[in-house]
């Protein structure tokens, strides 16, 4: 079992649509989790970063979590064409500080 | 206000020669990270280091791969006689002290073994 899973996608969804991204973890110890965007060929940018459980909201970003069952998800809103990108989903455990990276999932948005 | 730098932005190398990665964390932070994307695969991590200090480098190669932060100057990754395999993504990120503090990358180094 992987550690941090991701549907690899392609996820298509229409402009202005939701867009919605899920994410899910092995380990219990999981303390802090990240969502990263990455367009092809450059650096992962953070977009939304969440520590308890419940929902977050950033402009068009929303994430969740969900520590009983282990998920947290990234839902984007208005979904225009400039985010059409790879979502990738962090994890970091605490005392252990470096990132544990699902393979992302690539999403696109249809004009 | 100067992000996570790193260069060079493209390096070259032939099978059996060294190459060598820096990267200079954000200002004020002082933990530094590095990770390899491989083609097609996700970011995997390496190493993590502080001033002085390589904290975990639990996902370092073996062989060939090491690194190191000085007290000052840009924190390097080095890898000695390079093969084909280790054409990659390099990416440096950089975090200020607090545990679970987010970590923000550079550019990245693209290194082709030829």
């Known amino acids: 079992q992987k550690e941090v899973e991701q549907n690899s996608g392609p996820l298509s969804v229409p402009e202005g649509a939701i867009a919605s991204l899920n994410c899910t973890y092995s380990?219990?110890?999981?303390?802090?989790f990240f969502w990263y965007r990455q367009y092809s060929g450059k650096s992962p940018e953070l977009i939304m970063s969440?520590?308890?459980?419940g929902d977050k909201e950033d402009g068009r970003f929303t994430a969740q979590l969900n520590k009983a069952s282990q998920y947290v998800s990234l839902l984007i809103r208005d979904s225009q064409p400039s985010d059409s990108a790879t979502y990738l989903c962090?994890?970091?455990?605490?005392?252990?500080?470096?990132?544990?990276f699902g393979t992302g999932t690539r999403l696109t948005i249809i004009p | 206000n100067a992000g996570v730098m790193q260069n060079p932005r493209h390096l070259v190398r032939r099978r059996g020669q060294e190459a060598r990665l820096r990267c200079s964390p954000m200002?004020?932070?002082?933990?530094v990270y590095w990770y390899r994307q491989l083609p097609e695969e996700g970011l995997k991590f390496m190493v993590y280091?502080?001033?002085?200090?390589?904290?975990?480098e639990s996902g370092m190669p073996k062989e060939r791969f090491s690194a190191e932060f000085p007290k000052e100057g840009p924190s390097i990754l080095r890898i000695q006689q390079v093969v084909r395999g280790d054409s990659a993504a390099y990416f440096c990120?950089?975090?200020?002290?607090?545990?679970?503090?987010?970590?923000?990358f550079g550019p990245g180094t693209r290194l082709l073994v030829l």
């Open positions: 990120a950089s975090s200020r002290m607090a545990p679970g503090e987010t970590q923000y």
């Open positions: 380990d219990r110890g999981s303390q802090s």
């Open positions: 969440i520590y308890s459980n």
């Open positions: 962090a994890v970091t455990n605490f005392g252990n500080e470096k990132l544990t």
């Open positions: 200002k004020g932070h002082s933990h």
């Open positions: 280091l502080q001033k002085e200090n390589i904290i975990d």
